[in-house]
């Protein structure tokens, strides 16, 4: 049996086409909720919206690692992490998966990863999440804790390491 590989590389202006697939699977609960939109409509809406939130993050997030996910070389979807974001803390700035590899285990494992890195860096790590994304309850579970809320659309989340209470001798 062949050996199945998760890897995250950096994105180029080729995975574009795979960005937006794996930006149109996060909204297509809210496409559903317009059935009148014809196809071509919704498509050119989640094009726009695409283009739009590619380039702020482009724009906001300087510094950033665009990253894509992969399974056996294939993209399954995306981790855009801040590192730097500030002092105290690591940003992740988004993350998704295609439907078919959501609940398998791959964004748990990649969030643990960046807590064990931001935890050798002393810094907690934060993220927003919108209130009714279902991720909420993976987040909570993993340890992340509402600390705010943004624009009444999205929670701000933190994860603290326990490396600030270590014993000092």
């Known amino acids: 049996m062949a050996e199945v590989t998760i890897a ?3 994105i180029t202006e080729a995975d574009l086409p795979a960005l937006y697939e794996i930006y149109a699977s996060t909204r297509a609960e809210e496409m559903a909720l317009v059935p009148d939109w014809r196809d071509e409509d919704k498509a ?6 695409f283009i739009a939130q590619h380039q ?8 950033a690692e665009f990253q ?5 070389n294939e993209p399954i979807g995306r981790l855009y992490i801040h590192w730097k974001y500030s002092a105290q803390e690591v940003r992740i700035v988004d ?6 590899f959501r609940g398998k285990g791959i964004g748990t ?18 993220i927003h999440v919108e209130f009714n994304n279902p991720a909420l309850k993976l987040y909570e579970k993993l340890g992340f804790r509402k600390i705010g809320e943004f624009n009444s659309v999205y ?8 490396l600030s209470v270590k014993e000092t001798r």
């Open 109 to 126: 494992a990649i969030i643990e990863d960046t807590f064990k890195k931001a935890a050798t860096l002393n810094k907690s790590v934060t």
């Open 68 to 72: 894509i996910i992969e399974y056996n």
């Open 8 to 10: 995250l590389r950096l």
């Open 155 to 162: 929670y701000l989340m933190e994860w603290k390491n326990d």
């Open 44 to 49: 050119a809406f989640l094009t726009q919206q």
């Open 56 to 63: 702020y993050y482009q724009e906001f997030y300087k510094n």
């Open 95 to 100: 993350i998704a998966l295609l439907p078919g």
